[in-house]
């Protein structure tokens, strides 16, 4: 009779957030572990969701793999210590690291305000820095290609090409590999690797996030930011780019880097204010061999990536606030990257009502957001407390993207036609999932299905 493995899917289905799957296996080595143990996010019931209890007793799991570093992947691992969980969390190095940095920095942000029995309002947090500590004393570090095991199964873990250290993981028995994408990128990527591509996968559970939707083409992108820099100085201006600090930051800051060594824009002072990206870049450098060849052989990296004379890093507050006082021709990268809290708030509404100046949006700008406002184009609007009427350019630029689009996840899925039996088609919206998993049917014929919450399917592996 064939090996029976169990998987269920809780976080991440049905939704881009919270990716969260138990796989167990009965036998003579049973075995029972998680793929990633992320927060939910997006709205206030998404928040709340946060704080329920464990599907599952987090004390009787063998273990936890992680995918990558991002919140919506790391962001329960403390949560899940803090609840019993005592075995051991497996990732690459450079996952390891950036998520202790994004852990320890979103502590503070994972609070559940409510009104005690005295009427005062308290917050809760969803875990403390020394859950965070704890969490990282259980993390062992995995290189790509080195195989290990957990239970009858061989792990090993392929570069997704999504952010540094991101993996796609296989869990293999036999003849029979089961797939998990994690976050799979958009290669090829300035910075990073192509994704590996699987040719033998029995089961693949994979991410939707753009399933409904292919990318803008972005082989104009490079020449769209040069303009946009041009522009901006020519007029005396400062460009402010909010950005997230994993990946994003890195990516914008080796554009500009390479513009300015190839001497396409003018030599300004570019800003890095946020201590959170700043950290995560330290991390880039760290794990340089994980960069694709192009960055690693060529161009800025003769003296090492992000070390151009025009670069300031402002860790502190103090030089966050300097920068105001610089000359204005110069450009500022800060978070978040949607404007929904950080730094860049303050240059927004420091920046945002001097027509001279341009706000540049490079990454999807969620509905809601204060960002999407902007790119909306609202005239006035409020920022820390303080009216102010936009008259800087909102310039926007869409080839920007860390996930493959629907064309990239249908190739992926090709790939491994000959061998796959199944996709489970997870970690997207409910309309995104459901259009990949009808055209893995209808163009590759492949069995799919996009889970329900809580269920639980049987794979002979
Ligand atoms: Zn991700």
Redesign the pocket.
Not at 67 to 70: F, L, P, S, V
């Given at each position: 009779m064939e090996q029976q493995l169990k998987l269920t899917f809780y976080g991440g289905t049905g939704t881009v957030t919270g990716a969260n799957f138990l796989v167990e296996v009965a036998g003579e080595t049973p075995v029972r572990f998680l793929i990633d143990c992320g927060l939910f996010q997006g709205n206030k019931s998404d928040d709340a969701r946060n704080f329920e209890s464990f599907p599952y007793d987090p004390a009787t799991i063998d273990a936890l793999i992680i995918?990558?570093?991002?919140l919506?992947?790391i962001g329960r691992v403390p949560r899940l210590v803090k609840e019993g969980f005592q075995g051991p969390i497996y990732s690459t190095g450079a996952t390891k690291e950036i998520a202790a940095l994004s852990l320890d920095d979103t502590v503070s942000l994972l609070s559940r305000h409510h009104n005690d029995a005295n009427n005062q309002d308290e917050a809760e947090p969803l875990y403390t820095l020394e859950d965070v500590a704890q969490a990282l004393s259980q993390w062992q570090i995995v290189d790509y290609h080195q195989p290990f095991t957990l239970g009858p199964l061989d792990i090993v873990f392929r570069d997704a090409g999504?952010?540094l250290g991101?993996a796609l993981v296989e869990c293999t028995r036999g003849n029979k590999k089961l797939v998990f994408t994690?976050?799979l990128g958009n290669s090829p990527s300035p910075l990073l690797k192509d994704t590996e591509a699987i040719k033998d996968a029995t089961y693949l559970v994979m991410?939707s996030?753009y399933g409904d939707r292919d990318h803008e083409d972005r082989s104009r992108r490079a020449e769209q930011f040069e303009d946009v820099i041009e522009d901006t100085l020519r007029r005396d201006g400062t460009l402010l780019i909010p950005v997230f600090s994993i990946e994003r930051a890195q990516e914008i800051m080796f554009e500009i880097e390479q513009m300015m060594e190839a001497s396409r824009i003018p030599l300004v002072p570019v800003f890095i204010d946020s201590p959170l990206a700043i950290r995560v870049t330290d991390v880039y450098k760290k794990y340089r061999h994980y960069l694709n060849n192009q960055v690693k052989e060529g161009g800025p990296a003769r003296d090492g990536i992000f070390r151009f004379p025009q670069l300031h890093l402002t860790l502190s507050t103090e030089e966050s606030k300097a920068i105001l006082r610089a000359n204005p021709r110069k450009i500022i990268l800060a978070g978040s990257g949607m404007s929904t809290g950080g730094r860049i708030l303050h240059h927004e509404k420091n920046y945002l009502s001097d027509s001279r100046n341009t706000l540049l949006l490079v990454g999807y700008q969620g509905v809601g957001t204060f960002g999407r406002i902007l790119q909306d184009g609202a005239k006035i609007v409020r920022i820390l407390g303080e009216e102010v009427t936009v008259s800087a350019r909102i310039a926007s630029i869409f080839g920007y993207s860390?996930?493959k689009d629907g064309s990239g996840l249908l190739n992926f899925v090709r790939g491994t036609g000959d061998t796959v039996k199944k996709v489970f088609v997870v970690m997207g919206e409910p309309k995104s999932a459901l259009f990949l998993v009808q055209r893995i049917r209808d163009y590759l014929g492949i069995e799919a299905i996009a889970p329900a919450v809580g269920e639980s399917v049987e794979l002979e592996l």
């Open positions: 995918t990558h570093a991002h919506d992947h999504h952010i991101s994690g976050d991410e996030v860390g996930h």
